[in-house]
């Protein structure tokens, strides 16, 4: 089972950054089932000990690669999207339509949920993960400009950034269960109704 590790790879180490480059190159071609310490080292031209020296095996490299994958998904789509929208309701829905569409797009979150699903168990069930922690930190901050800006419903932000992360990542992981009726287009434009009424003020708190 994969473990996202609580300290990202640090983006000063070129190394560490060049090996998640090939193990995320190798996942997308061949899966991750097999995918060992020595076939990174491999594909990345180096030996063992350097791969070694970062990661204690499969697990710990792997969870820093997700992390990594989807902070950058959510850095980069977010803010993207929500440029130009009028208040802080608006930018949320907006950027997190977007990281739902890049997800969906996203060839190791494909190839992942396609082959091997059983992988993000854990951040699906049981804990979250380093870069789910990253997200809601995003998303609180824009709940609580939201609200400032009365845009957004009265609420504890921790609590409605958990609801907003489920909704998004249900969709991402489960987009099979829709596919047939509501291809990616559709699924991305109904969570932006079901998140712009989650989050819009009611009559009563106006």
Known sequence: ??????????????????????????IAVFGLRRLTLTDVARRAGVSRPTVYRRWRDMDTLLGDLLTREMHAVVASAAPRASAGAADGRSRLVAGAASVLADLRAHPLMSRILDTEPEA???????????????????????????????????????????MVLLLVQSAAQSWRLTEDVLPLDGLTREVRRMLDGYLQPGEDDS
């Not at 790879?9 to 950054?17: H, I, R, T, W």
């Not at 854990?122 to 979250?128: D, I, P, Q």
Request: glycine share 6%; aromatic share 2%.
């Open 120 to 162: 993000l168990v854990t951040y699906t069930f049981r804990r979250l993960g380093s870069s789910q922690r990253n997200a809601l930190a995003m998303v609180e901050e824009q709940i609580r400009a939201g609200q400032a800006d009365g845009s957004v419903r009265p609420g504890e932000p921790a609590q409605l950034a958990r």
């Open 1 to 26: 089972m994969v473990s996202i590790s609580n300290e990202e790879e640090s983006p000063s180490d070129p190394m560490a950054q060049s090996l998640l480059d090939a193990a995320r190159d190798s």
